[in-house]
Nanobody
Framework: QVQLVETGGGLVQAGDSLTLSCAAS????????MGWFRQAPGKEREFVAT????????DYIDRLKGRFTISRDNAKNTVFLSMNSLKPEDTAIYYC?????????????????WGQGTQVTVSS
């Protein structure tokens, strides 16, 4: 029943940067593994990045390493996804998700809570 709200999406040009935010409700945010997923037009939702509760461990889909950075500020109950050098193929709805365990953090089915998503559109 954790509430997640994504913000920061929008229309940008290729090469631009954008940072998405996900604000979570509750007092136990620091205990949750957080993840970002995305769903491009005509495609299934895919894993993007994940971060453990204390922020000590982060993981990304290989092709995004070096361009995307996941981080969190537990004092603000917020997780971020900083995206650099955006490409048209990054166009998707980006979803924030929360998991009570670090296990299976690469699998969307393992996440307990989901936000509504925020649209990121990258033009060429």
């Amino acid at each position: 029943q954790v509430q997640l709200v994504e913000t920061g999406g929008g229309l940008v040009q290729a090469g631009d940067s954008l940072t998405l935010s996900c604000a979570a409700s509750g007092r136990t945010f620091s205990t949750y593994t957080m993840g970002w997923f995305r769903q491009a037009p005509g495609k299934e939702r895919e894993f993007v990045a994940t971060i453990t509760g204390d922020g000590s461990t982060t993981d990304y889909i290989d092709r995004l390493k070096g361009r995307f950075t996941i981080s969190r500020d537990n004092a603000k109950n917020t997780v971020f996804l900083s995206m650099n050098s955006l490409k048209p193929e990054d166009t998707a709805i980006y979803y924030c998700a929360a998991k009570t365990s670090i296990l299976d953090r690469f699998r969307e089915v393992a996440y307990n809570y989901w936000g509504q998503g925020t649209q990121v559109t990258v033009s060429s």
